[in-house]
């Protein structure tokens, strides 16, 4: 019996299948070194727990409203207002199951068969697949180190068709750490506004910045680009909260309203009990968020540097979420302990089954000269794990 054909086009999530082959050989009695897995490592905050406790406490563990509960979209709301300057109502906002939830919602509610979505590459691995499964068509747009992993306008319009529907802009990015400028991304908005094209604009790490720079949210031009916009967001990354799963989107209305319907036959509503840990989060001290912050910046100025120091590696500065791309081309065509390296995919494996490191390659993130390394792990693991690297390469 025939199966779905779309649903045998989906890739499996690469950064989810190094992670578990790596969990399982540390089962297995093995010493792992991990860089693989995009969640902090510190604990979710105790204010946040203190509140999440209080909801079963109080019996709040029932049936919410598919799209959320009230207080939270008004704290979602309060928050969007504070930190990005947009005026957003509760009927704007849906809250979902995690962040990859809401943009799968995104696309669900914009996309007809055969409209294009052009994501740039280095991409975050699920937005092809996401856009397949709502029928739609992928269209990678490459970008460079030299271009600090960022397209220009110029480049962009080249890529719009009469079938782009939607430009996925994500800044802070996964997996490069670039952001995106005032500048550039007013450009981008000027653009969008004038071929009427939706912007998905996934703002999960807004809060992980470093050097002094700015997030700002592509929405907070003006109205035009507003509409168009569907912003994605949530608290596992900001709060240590990936567990929880808790995402949310903000766009006009009757966005928001079709989202809300596709999520009431695929989910019902996002865990009640996580929605008021979320709404805690939202509303309470960031005291803990910048502590997290300030130890990230840390990590990644000693990965950058001892990377770079290395022979036969190297990689850019990320000024965003907690990611660096290593460069390997220098590696691509070699041969380590008797394996011949490929491309991305060789080098994660070799050096998972010989030096005990797993780090996830660029291949699933549409760059197979490069892979990514976490520094959301301790900063004694980081230092062990490029002490192994390095050992590793100089055989």
């Known amino acids: 019996m025939e199966l779905s054909k779309k649903a045998l086009s989906i890739s499996p999530s690469s950064t989810l299948a190094i992670d578990a082959k790596a969990k399982k050989m540390k089962a297995d009695g093995i010493d792992i070194i991990g860089f693989g897995a995009g969640e902090p490592d510190f604990d979710t905050p105790e204010h946040i727990k203190a509140a999440a406790i209080k909801a079963i406490n109080d019996g709040f563990t029932k049936y919410t409203p598919a799209s959320g509960t009230l207080e939270l979209k008004q704290a979602i709301c309060n928050k969007f207002k504070k930190d990005n300057g947009l005026d957003y109502k509760p009927a704007n906002i849906v809250i979902s199951n995690g962040a990859k939830h809401s943009l799968v919602n995104a696309f669900q509610a914009i996309l007809n068969p055969g409209d294009e979505v052009i994501i740039p590459a280095p991409f975050w691995v699920s937005y092809p697949e996401m856009v397949k499964i709502a029928d739609g068509v992928p269209v990678i747009l490459n970008s460079t180190e030299e271009e600090g992993f960022k397209f220009s306008v110029d480049k962009l319009e080249k890529a719009i068709t009469a079938k782009t529907k939607a ?7 996964n997996p490069t750490g670039m952001i995106y400028t005032e500048d550039e991304l007013r450009a981008i908005a000027d653009l969008a506004v004038s071929k009427e094209i939706f912007i998905v604009s996934d703002e999960i790490y807004e809060k992980l910045i470093y050097d002094g720079y700015k997030h700002i949210s592509i929405a907070s031009f003006n109205d035009k680009i507003k509409d168009l916009t569907i912003i994605v967001n949530g608290v596992s990354k900001s709060y240590s909260m990936t567990g929880w799963r808790i995402g949310y989107t903000a766009s006009n209305e009757k966005i928001a309203t079709i989202m809300g319907n596709v999520q009431s036959h695929a989910t019902s ?3 009640s009990i996580a929605q008021k840990a979320a709404q805690a989060g939202l509303e309470g001290p960031e005291d803990v968020m910048n502590m997290m ?8 100025d000693y990965m950058v540097e001892r990377i770079n120091s290395i022979d036969g590696i190297s990689c850019i500065n990320p000024n965003g979420a907690f990611y660096v791309m290593m460069n390997i081309s220098k590696i691509i065509g070699k041969e380590f302990a008797g394996v011949k390296i ?5 080098f994660a494996n070799v050096l998972l089954e010989k030096a005990n490191v797993a780090l996830v390659p660029g291949s699933g993130f549409g760059t197979d000269i490069h892979v990514r390394l976490s520094y959301a ?16 390469l100089n055989k």
């Open 167 to 173: 430009i996925v802009i994500n800044s802070p990015s």
């Open 269 to 271: 509503n996002p865990n």
């Open 342 to 346: 490929n491309g991305s995919d060789d």
């Open 377 to 392: 792990t301790s900063l004694e693991n980081i230092k062990e794990g490029l002490n192994r690297i390095e050992n590793f």
């Open 293 to 300: 912050v300030a130890e990230f910046a840390k990590r990644r």
